[in-house]
């Protein structure tokens, strides 16, 4: 049974980039628009190591260090999702495009992308036997929401009331979509311990991730102001043993209060009781029951996904007809298309004995990317009753740690092959 964690930040995250960064000479810090999974799960594994190595202590009993990292690096932790009103929020899909019709008096529109099979004749430089994704018709994408609720993902996974799905330039609360946290930036400087004074030169900025979410604005202002209500994150933590007992006994009357991302900016950790926020859908569960053999379905990532090739991932043989099983399933897909963006850096700095350093960037897809199959054998219902928000990274490269990390969650929904975009 998994637990269900309720993250509050106090202050604004720090969410660095891959890019280099240390103190002095006006350097500046990069920020993410959103934490990854192993910021997450590199925090609250630390929380329970340490709690774990005090109870020792305070035991007079030995501590076993390397068996105590091995069994924290088993703990499945899935997350972070934004969490607002006790609503989970998802990565807006790439299989779209929101633009503004010229034709239409600049009326905000939505744009279905699909992939295309090219037309007798033609072709593209794709690898043999994937499909090109296609726009509609020529339109500059227009500014658009970050994240989506679960109820506006679900209408888009099943197809369903499409103009409705039209995101707002602006977005609230109520509207179902949620921009990227805005970026708080700080300047700092090095305070010489003898003097009390800066120390010359060492001057450099941060940038944080403003866990808020404007409600209203108050008007009659000269500076107007927004009520603000902080953005949760959310996480599914699937531990056992003495591991799951520890953090059961988080709750709202007894929360913990534990750094997570740079500079050890604090965040109120607790569980969330009956929380149904991480399950699938029950329209999506009905119209997935329906699915033959020969229709479609769609991969969307909740994460960034991390492939051993590249975008691909590596349980689609593309020797065999771009056909493949995601793990933890017996359902065979083959792949018709993809909507990518480019790849994100991933890097950090190792702490655990014998790996101290710097550990090696790897290549990340972009959460909301998509992929599209036809169900070649196996019943699609499998794929929500087993991959719904579960990871589908590659897992042979480092003993499935990535999917443990969180990295790869799945959304599934329904695509028709012989249809393109609209």
């Known amino acids: 049974m998994s637990i269900v ?14 890019r280099p960064f240390g103190m002095g000479q006006g350097l500046r810090m990069k920020s993410l628009d959103w934490p990854y999974p192993s910021v997450l799960a590199g925090s609250l594994r630390s929380y329970l190591f340490k709690r774990e190595k005090a109870k020792a202590i305070e035991d007079h009993q030995n501590f076993n260090y390397r068996d105590t990292v091995e069994s924290l690096k088993q703990i499945n932790i899935a997350g972070p999702l934004p969490y607002f009103n006790g609503q989970l929020y998802l990565p807006a899909p790439k299989d779209l495009l929101v633009y503004e019709d010229e034709d239409n008096g600049n009326k905000r529109r939505l744009m279905v992308l699909r992939p295309e099979e090219p037309p007798e004749g033609g072709g593209c430089d794709l690898p043999d036997g994937l499909w090109p994704v296609s726009v509609t018709k020529e339109a500059k994408p227009a500014k658009s929401p970050a994240f989506w609720s679960m109820a506006k993902m679900t209408y888009w996974l099943l197809g369903q009331d499409l ?42 900025k941060t940038v944080g991730l403003d866990m808020t979410v404007n409600t209203q604005e108050r008007r009659g202002s000269l500076n107007p102001h927004f009520a603000a209500e902080p953005l949760a994150l959310s996480a599914r933590v699937e531990a056992s043993g003495d591991w799951r007992n520890k953090l059961e006994q988080l709750s709202t009357s007894r929360p913990l209060l534990h750094p997570l991302g740079g500079e050890r900016r604090l965040v109120r950790w607790e569980t969330v009781r009956n929380d149904k926020a991480w399950q699938c859908p029950t329209d999506l569960t009905k119209a997935f029951q329906a699915l033959t053999t020969g229709q479609g379905v769609r991969l969307v990532l909740a994460t960034p996904g991390i492939f051993q090739q590249g975008w691909l991932p590596d349980w689609i043989d593309c020797t065999n007809g771009w056909k493949g099983i995601p793990p933890g399933s017996t359902v065979e897909l083959q792949l018709i298309g993809a909507c990518v963006e480019r790849w994100k850096p991933i890097s950090g700095w190792g702490l655990e004995n014998g790996k101290v350093g710097p550990k090696a960037i790897r290549r990340l897809v972009p959460a909301g990317s998509v992929y599209f199959f036809k169900v070649t054998q196996g019943s699609a219902a499998e794929l929500l009753d087993k991959l719904w928000l579960r990871s589908v990274a590659d897992g042979d490269e480092d003993d499935g740690q990535s999917r443990r990390d969180g990295f790869g969650l799945a959304l599934w929904g329904l695509w028709n092959p012989q249809q393109g975009g609209n």
């Open 5 to 18: 964690l309720k993250l509050t930040p106090r202050d604004p995250l720090i969410a660095r980039d891959g």
């Open 163 to 204: 103009e409705k799905l039209v995101p707002p330039e602006n977005p609230t609360p109520t509207s179902g979509f949620l921009d990227a946290p805005g970026k708080d930036e700080r300047m700092h400087v090095s305070i010489d311990a003898d003097t009390y004074t800066a120390k010359d030169g060492m001057l450099f």
